[in-house]
């Protein structure tokens, strides 16, 4: 696609369910970030993944949070046992590889809330 | 640790107030120096990726500027337009790929 695709756009659950959410990096891009942004924070590095290499995963706040990428391409972030605390944008972005000078492009995020 | 600061806060200008926004960073190493422009609701928009110290950039309204411990965006006649918050964010040595952003200056020009 011509873009960073993220889905859902917006997701309300319950506290204690699951939610998985979704990224579909720009074609071609092999480098793919999750971020998560409160209110009133700076973005928050959670994953890391490029190409087949074992994924940075230094970010992830709790064992609560895990990530996977399917096939190189499409990433699934997944949030167990949801928290209040949890609710934040959660934006995926990607780039076209290692070199510093590869310019990151996000997604729109998808909005999260826990009640 | 590895740390940017951005300041100030928030900032409201005039249409045509020129003024300029900080980041400061404490990396070790830089690896780039990124400036972002983020509207409500929406992912943040690639605008200038800075290496070394004393490098400019250029992009209609906006000029970026890199010294060793910060980073300017300088705004030249800002339009209503230009409101948005803009978000600051270095990549540090070593292995990971990692981008550390700052908070954000929330830019609202008046017309």
């Known amino acids: 696609g011509a873009g960073v695709s993220q889905s859902p756009s917006n997701k309300v659950t319950e506290k204690g369910k699951d939610v998985e959410l979704r990224c579909d990096p720009i074609?071609?891009?092999?480098?793919l970030y999750w971020y998560r942004q409160s209110l009133g924070q700076g973005l928050e590095f959670l994953i890391y993944?490029?190409?087949?290499?074992?994924?940075?995963k230094s970010g992830l706040p709790s064992d609560r949070f895990s990530a996977e990428r399917t096939g190189g391409s499409v990433s699934t972030l997944t949030i167990q046992r949801t928290q209040q605390e949890d609710s934040a944008v959660y934006l995926c972005?990607?780039?076209?590889?290692?070199?510093?000078?590869?310019?990151?492009?996000f997604g729109e995020g998808s909005w999260l809330t826990v009640v | 640790e590895d740390q940017v600061t951005q300041s100030p806060e928030a900032l409201r200008l005039q249409e045509g107030e020129s003024s300029s926004l900080n980041c400061s960073y404490t990396?070790?190493?830089?690896?780039?120096l990124f400036w972002y422009r983020q509207d409500p609701g929406k992912g943040p928009e690639f605008l200038f990726t800075?290496?070394?110290a004393g490098e400019e950039k250029e992009k209609e309204r906006l000029k970026a500027t890199l010294t060793k411990k910060e980073s300017f965006l300088h705004i030249t006649a800002p339009k209503p337009e230009d409101s948005a918050t803009y978000l600051c964010?270095?990549?540090?040595?070593?292995?990971?790929?990692?981008?550390?952003f700052g908070k954000g200056t929330k830019l609202t020009v008046n017309p």
């Open positions: 993944f490029q190409g087949n290499s074992a994924p940075d």
């Open positions: 972005a990607s780039s076209s590889g290692t070199a510093s000078g590869n310019t990151i492009y």
């Open positions: 074609s071609g891009h092999t480098a």
């Open positions: 964010a270095a990549r540090p040595q070593g292995g990971s790929e990692k981008l550390v």
């Open positions: 990396v070790s190493g830089l690896r780039g």
């Open positions: 800075l290496y070394s």
